[in-house]
């Protein structure tokens, strides 16, 4: 797979699939679980990349500056470019401190 999704099964080699529309499931945790909920389905293009969720679910909190999470797919840690490929679970998770 390195970065992108598996292939669909049945469509041939050199298809360009369509950009369509794909439903990923995203935990969030301390603040931005307070400022969007603890666990959303959020619909993206099929391609679309963690900088793309985190654009979409900071378009979500109306303003409200949030601290830039570290992002994990599927219990792993994902980079910016990662692509999320339909049915990843992403964990929204930001820095944390405490004593």
């Known amino acids: 797979m390195a970065g ?13 699939p ?4 794909m ?7 301390a603040s931005w679980a307070d400022a969007l909920g603890p666990r959303l389905a959020v619909e993206l293009p099929e391609g679309a990349q963690v ?6 679910l900071s378009s ?8 830039d999470p570290m992002v994990a797919i599927n219990q ?9 490929c339909a049915g990843d679970e992403v964990a929204i998770i930001p820095p944390v401190a405490g004593g």
Request: aromatic share 6%.
């Open 51 to 56: 900088a793309d969720l985190l654009r979409e």
């Open 76 to 84: 792993r840690y994902a980079p910016a470019a990662q692509v999320i």
């Open 18 to 21: 369509p950009r369509v529309a």
């Open 60 to 67: 979500r909190t109306t303003g409200r500056a949030l601290p």
């Open 4 to 16: 992108g999704c598996p292939a669909i099964p049945w469509a041939p080699a050199d298809a360009r």
């Open 23 to 29: 439903t990923t499931t995203v935990l969030l945790f």
